[in-house]
Structures are given as C-alpha cells and as structure tokens.
C-alpha cells in the first residue's frame, strides 16, 4: 500500500478520527459525534470543514426527530465516494465482490480456478476484478485465502493451492495497478464483523467458523488478535472428547475430528458402512435416522463446549458462529445453547452466540474490508485502532 494516493493519507490523525468514527458507526449527529470524541463543538467544526468540503463527508438525508426545537441533520461519510473490490480465493473458484467504503456489496462475480500456479490464479483474478469494475477502477483490491500471510502482501502458506512464499500482493498489483491487500480469509471475515457486521461497536468478540475446518477469529479491546500461527487453523485441534475418532494429526476428539464437514462425512459413512456426504447425514439426523441422529447430536454437543470454552476463556461479549458446515449448528442449535448454558456459573454474563448464514460472498466481503482498513488507516500510529500485522 505504499505511496499510494488516498484521499485518507494526507488526513491529520484528529481529523481522520471524525471520519473513521462515522465510517464504523454510520450517520450521527453533530452533538453525539463530538461526545464520543470527546470535542467542543467548535473543534468538530474546525475538523469537520475540510472534510465536508472535500467530500468524504456529507449531510446525512436522514433527518433525526429531536423533542421540540429543530430537527438534526446528521454526518455521515459518504460511502460511495470509494469502491473496493474483495475476492474470496478457494481452490476450485474465486468469488468476487464490488463494495463500496463501508463493505456494503455493490456487484458479485465468481470465477473458475483452473491451474494453481500463482501466474495462471493472477489471469483470473485479473479477469474477475475487470468484470467487477467495467467503469473506473477500485481503491483497492483485497483477496482472502486459508493460509498464513505476512505484511498484507505475502502469501507463506497456502496449502489448498501447494503454494509457499508467493508474493501474490505484488503479482495482483503489477497485473492491475491497483494497490492489493492480501489476507487470511478467517482474519479478514473477523474484520469484516469487526467494522461493518456483527462485531461493530462490541469491544471484544469471537468469530467460529466450521466447514473443511475449524476457525476462530478474535477481537480483543477493539483489535484483531493476529500471531504468526494465523491460518494454521489450531481451534480446530482443541480437544473435546478424548474417547472420539481421530483427526488427520492423530488427535483423538479434537474438533477438526468431531465437528468439520469432512469429520460428519467420515463419522456418518462409517456408521452405515456407505458413503454419505455432509448434508445427506444431516438430511438423515433431521428426518429422525438414528445413527446420523447420534452423530450429529454428538457434534452439535461438541460445538457447544467449543463455544463455551471461547467463552470462557476468551471471555467476548459476543460470539459468531459461520462457515460452510454452519447447518450444524443450525441443525443442533439447542443441544449447541444447552452446552454452552452448562459450562457456565451462576452470576456469569450471558453469552451472545449469533448463527450468521455462510456463503462466498461473506468472505469476499471480509477480504474489501481489509482492504479498507488499510486504505483509511493508511499511515496512522497503531494506537489509532489499526488491525494488527500479522
Ligand atoms: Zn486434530
């Protein structure tokens, strides 16, 4: 993202606080915007003058009642003035979404990922991003996969694509010159619900995602908790019942044995001596078939002593649960509350535990915000809220 023009950069951090305030929490009056700042009025004026007449703010048209006296015309960014693409990466396609500033989804596309070399991926990001924005070009581009990436640029790892060391950010920049933000995708859905979802305004959350494999994403005092273990999907390794079936490490219990789509499959074919795919077991456990019936059961428990010891130990406010294998919680959505109930104590806050619909886009979408946080906090001390590096 260096030496890139931004309306953002130049920005005095005082000045992009007022906007990146609005940006996260949408429109406000002028009298809230200066309290949660802590300003005079005569301050927020001062600061909010270039940006009024710059552009990136704008009169909300949504007038506020007020009891007596005249109705407040509240602030707002105006989201509009930026778009952002975000791509979602899987090995079979990448999925594609136009956003504007605040991640709000303009346009979907979705292509196919033939060969997995980084060359032959770049020709079809390239192609999607041109589909995406047929008129003028994006702010910025960002792309989520599963794997481990360093600076915002460098893929480390990306197992489902065989690729190590790709420098996928410069090959997606030199291909399009747009400045490109390259995240792991579990990272970027958790900024996503940080800024513009589920998480916004909550200080400390937790994002669960089940599908191929298990992922947690946290936010701690308003920051993405990032470690240079990001991407090796280790939830999926906590133990939950030593008595179950192994994963693929040789972990008896462990999460990724018990709860992912691959685990139900494995479980569900075994126990009826034929092959039955993720969903069919779960068509059977919800049509009453006993075997699948246990399976699942089993699983949703599992899930719900997964969430309670996020709870427990990461202590959020709030937990969101998602991904592709999210039917079972769903499916299990009680034995999941009960479980969590029943890790509790008298006297603890109640947990939060939100079920959000899984599909590409969420993710493509978490990959546009991330895209935007560098954007908007381009150049700013940590301290002023930027997600961590990871
Ligand atoms: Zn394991």
Known sequence: MDGIASPWAPLAPSTRRVALELLRHGPLARSELALRLGLSAASLTRLTKPLLGAGMLRESPDVLPTSGGRPLQPLDVDAGRQRFVGIKLTRDRAYGVLTDLRAD?????SVAIGEASPDRVVERLVSLIAELTPGAGPAAVGVGLGGAVRGFTHVRRAPFLGWREVALGRLVADATGYPSVISNDLEALTEAEHWFGDGRGVRNFAVLTVGAGVGGGLVVHDRLVAGPDAGLG?????????????????????????LTTHGIRLQASLALGRTVSYEEALDLAEAGEPVAGRIVGIAARALGALVAAVANIAQPERILVTGEGVRLARAGEERVRDAVAGARVPGASPVDLRILDDDPTLWARGAASVAIQRVVLADLPPDAGAPASP
Do not use: Q
């Open 105 to 109: 989804i303009l346009a979907r596309r």
């Open 234 to 258: 280790l939830l999926g390794h906590f133990p939950l019942d030593p008595s179950g079936p192994a994963c693929p490490e040789g972990h008896h219990g462990c999460a990724d044995a018990l």
